[in-house]
């Protein structure tokens, strides 16, 4: 099992440009999330999605759009990067709600010039 | 609304020591607590879950506990190595759906 895996590992952007970021989870888990991690701020909630088909906001969605396009594979999209999204992205699974354990992948690091 | 802070935002022991990190959190009404290792570049690497109905969690050298009424839990790391050298993260629920993070304690441990 690779677990969850993201790509690309890295990327740099300039502003305006758009890109989607991929997220796929092979253990067939039902809810999948995308974090940003900032230095000094931890990790934060961008958008969820807690079953195929559904998705919701989390703490900062602005400027942020989701795919969950099946059960293994949820995407995230910035249309109009801004240097205010460089950032590392995280994206997790569980297997239910929030009564279990949250796996991650190893990150994506975008850089927005 | 949650939050969630760890106490000290870095530590340095000499190999060897048992050794303590702390999480608090401020709304006890969570699903359950989890304690989470980072290395630097990499992703979060679970260690414990602990579920809200438990009192603690056990993992090799690893235990973490949960008291919900005072909203803390600990990781206790007995016998510490140099290869546990890594920022720690808890998180901890906020409603159905949303997990907060704490901003981490990086922890060296001296050979």
């Known amino acids: 099992n690779a677990g969850v895996t993201q790509t690309p590992k890295f990327q740099v952007l300039k502003t305006g440009q758009s890109m989607t970021l991929q997220c796929a989870q092979d253990m067939n888990h039902n809810s999948m999330y995308w974090y940003r991690q900032d230095p000094g701020m931890g990790l934060r909630l961008i958008y969820y999605?807690?079953?195929?088909?559904?998705?919701d906001k989390g703490e900062v969605p602005n400027g942020y759009n989701v795919s969950r396009l099946n059960k293994r594979e949820f995407s995230l999209r910035l249309e109009s990067a801004a240097p205010s999204q460089t950032s590392v992205y995280f994206c997790?699974?569980?297997?239910?709600?929030?009564?279990?354990?949250?796996?991650f992948g190893p990150g994506t690091r975008l850089t927005v010039l | 609304k949650q939050e969630v802070t760890q106490i000290p935002a870095a530590l340095s022991v000499p190999e060897g020591e048992n050794l303590v990190l702390n999480c608090s959190f401020t709304?006890?009404?969570?699903?359950?607590l989890q304690w989470f290792r980072q290395d630097p570049g990499k992703g979060l690497t679970s260690l414990l879950l602990i579920q809200s109905s438990q009192r603690e969690q056990t993992s090799g050298r690893l235990n973490a506990s949960l008291d919900k009424s005072s909203g803390r839990s600990t990781l206790y790391i007995a016998a510490s190595q140099p290869g546990d050298s890594a920022t720690y993260l808890c998180?901890?629920?906020?409603?159905?759906?949303?997990?907060?993070f704490g901003t981490g304690t990086r922890l060296k441990v001296l050979a």
């Open positions: 999605s807690a079953s195929e088909g559904t998705t």
């Open positions: 998180a901890t629920t906020s409603g159905t759906y949303k997990y907060i």
């Open positions: 709304d006890s009404a969570i699903y359950n």
């Open positions: 997790a699974s569980s297997e239910t709600d929030l009564r279990g354990e949250q796996f």
